[in-house]
């Protein structure tokens, strides 16, 4: 994976997942959570407000490292880097995802849950892995499990993770940090409880691997 990936996802335990419903409110969300520790963000396009989104926080917030998520195809891909995203996350992988990345400056992260996924992406180049959903789709004890035959590669599971459950992630050796919407509850950004939101990432930002 490349070396900026690498540098983005190791700065921090956790990556907010963001699911934007106004694009108002992701400058001060994004203010929040860099304020609380956690610059780095993964804007999900899962909404119509989501490119908007990106590109306020992309243009807005200097503090923030701003990825965009829910990428499923290369026309996403190609309008997150237009909107100023400057990394890429898919929950799974295909070939023409794969191809557009080799061509690009803006580096993906994609997803595996199987041991052939984990193979396909490692044969692109890929050492840095999304698994996705973490929780089901066999949580902590499968990661573990695909250390020993993948001894090289790191994972950032999402998908089912609070400040429950993410210490025992970051306690496997190859979680390179966990992804997860708990910091960015919809009531506190609807509410724009902003320091609420920042006492939440500053919990998460101390979560460390042990
Ligand atoms: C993702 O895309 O990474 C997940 O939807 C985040 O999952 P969560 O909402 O369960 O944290």
Redesign the pocket.
Known sequence: SSERLRQILEAQPVIP?LRIERAEYAVPLARALARGGLPAV?I?LRTPQALDAIRHVAADVPEAVVGA??ILNPKHFEQAVEAGATFI?S?GQTPTLFDLATQSPVPLLPGATTASEVMSAAERGYDIL?F??AEQAGGAAFLKALASPFAGIRFCP?????AANASTYLGLPNVVCV????VAPDALVEAGAWDQITALAAEAAKLRKH
């Open positions: 997942v993964e999900t998520g829910t996350v929950p999304k996705f959903p999402t998908g089912g993770i609070s992804g997860g919407s708990w």
